[in-house]
């Protein structure tokens, strides 16, 4: 028979965050890994505690999860192995954390029981998220590219040959020359708003020159209600510069359009090592990256600068980890 204390000793010094629980469902054992995974400092805090109720009653969404739902207990029912490569486990301020975990079958003096062996995933979760938002940029860009070849075809290209033919007309009718090199110049103009607003869409060339403070109030100059900002005059590395402009670009465009608000208003600061954005309106609210692409876009960018966006009630947050402190 296997020493028992010697055997807890063994799970405690393990990486692995383990507990068991008895045949009873209630928490028998937990190792120091368990308790740091699941926000405890003590473990009397979660020995004899139902374990479904206290760490798994819950989906992520906050809806119940049933008790008899829950494949973390079957062990204790069927005798199986279960294996599970994502599911969150409830911490003890109540947050969600993410977990791999293995549940077997332990024979206990009551009846069956379970030991569960399992570790925080938020680490692989967030690598995963990482690659997967670059390759949703690469496929935006690939999609901005044939966007941007459809706007130069339809727009300032067909302006350039008008201007072409135009000038062609001038040269061949001196008669009519006046008329057509009007004609040249009108299209000319407009051929370079054209391009104007074509690269403001794609990287105003004032963020570069002058930073994203000045684009900032470029961009907001004419906007349809009053905007405030509140923003530094640091330069950043282009990078951050172009997520910070383009986060409140996208947000701003969403609170024109849909929020039917009157004001809002736009801070950006440095807080330590970390670029803070924030855009809050007086509108309806409801902005969800789940409902449009424009949001989501802004959550791979923010994401593989090693940063993230939060969408809450008439207000979205960019934070941007400034690497080295640049």
């Known amino acids: ?22 045949a009873a469902g209630e928490v028998s054992f937990v190792n120091p ?32 999860f049933p008790a008899e739902e829950c494949p973390l207990l079957r062990p204790r029912a069927t005798g199986e192995t279960v294996r599970v490569e994502l599911d969150w486990f ?27 062996v399992f570790r925080d995933v938020s680490e692989r979760l967030a690598a995963e998220e990482v690659s997967l938002s670059r390759a949703r940029i690469i496929q935006a860009a690939d999609e901005e590219r044939r966007r941007i070849g459809r706007d130069l075809h339809d727009g300032a290209q067909q302006r350039l040959v ?51 403070a000045v684009a900032l109030e470029e961009l907001t100059a004419s906007a349809p209600i009053a905007v405030h900002l509140d923003v530094t005059e640091e330069r950043f590395p282009p990078a951050v510069e172009a997520a910070a402009y383009f986060t409140v670009a996208e947000a701003l465009t969403n609170v024109f359009k849909h929020a039917d608000a009157t004001h809002a208003e736009v801070t950006i600061r440095r807080e330590g090592d970390t670029l803070i ?32 966006l939060e969408v809450a009630d008439r207000r979205v947050r960019g934070v941007i980890p400034l690497a080295g402190g640049a």
Do not use: C, W
Not at 5 to 17: G, H, I, T, V, Y
Not at 103 to 111: N, V
């Open 277 to 308: 954005i924030d855009v809050a309106d007086d509108g309806r609210g409801g902005a969800d990256p789940a409902k449009g692409s424009g949001l989501r876009g802004l959550q791979d960018r923010l994401a593989v600068l090693g940063g993230a």
């Open 1 to 22: 028979m296997t020493d028992l204390p010697l055997a807890e000793a063994l799970m405690a010094s393990l990486a692995d965050a383990v507990y068991f629980v008895d």
């Open 90 to 116: 409830i911490r003890r301020d109540g947050s969600f954390v993410p977990v791999s975990y293995v549940s077997s079958p332990m024979a206990t003096p009551d009846g069956r029981g379970a030991v569960v």
């Open 162 to 212: 008008s201007v072409l033919i135009s000038v062609e007309e001038a040269r061949r009718d001196p008669a009519r020359a006046t008329d057509a090199l009007t004609r040249a110049a009108t299209e000319a103009r407009q051929a370079i708003q054209d391009l104007r607003d074509l690269v403001n869409g794609v990287h105003p060339l004032v963020l570069t020159d002058r930073g994203v």
């Open 33 to 64: 890994a368990a308790l740091t995974v699941l926000g405890y400092d003590d473990e009397l805090e979660l020995l004899g505690v139902d374990s479904h109720a206290t760490i798994h009653s819950h989906h992520r969404d906050g809806s119940p």
